[in-house]
């Protein structure tokens, strides 16, 4: 049983990015798709499917890679807040990682955002991960 899926989904993709694989597949739920549609959107990967085929779903990453130099988009994924010590920010005290080149996921009650959307829409939240 796994007691902390958002630390196994970055995991998943960590580990992926370290073996330069293209596609990631992983287990499917709500959070997770949220997740995956922010990194979407902030450019970190190439493209995603939801596969709904079994009972749980799978998540299906393109990961993204420089065509000319082959790193990879995403350089770090950090676990900030986990089942045993949960981290929140206020909407006073937001994160800025990498002095604002990277982005912190979080989970308000308007939904996953990240950290500059949660302070536009004035709202705080748990501050689950950390990407750039």
Avoid: W
Wanted: aromatic residues 6%; contains cysteine.
């Amino acid at each position: 049983m796994n007691t902390d899926p958002i630390a196994d989904y970055l995991t998943r993709v960590r580990n992926a990015i370290k073996a330069n694989h293209r596609v990631v597949e992983i287990p499917a739920s709500n959070i997770k798709k949220e997740i995956t549609k922010v990194l979407y959107h902030k450019g970190y990967i190439q493209s995603y499917r939801f596969d709904d085929s079994s009972v749980q779903g799978t998540i299906k990453i393109a990961l993204k890679y420089n065509p000319t130099t082959k790193q990879p988009a995403i350089t770090k994924l950090e676990r900030i807040s986990t089942p045993g010590l949960r981290q929140y920010a206020h909407v006073e005290n937001m994160p800025r990682v990498l002095s604002g080149l990277g982005i912190a996921i979080l989970s308000t009650s308007k939904g996953v955002m990240t950290e500059k959307e949660a302070k536009a829409q004035n709202v705080g939240g748990e501050v689950l991960c950390h990407v750039y």
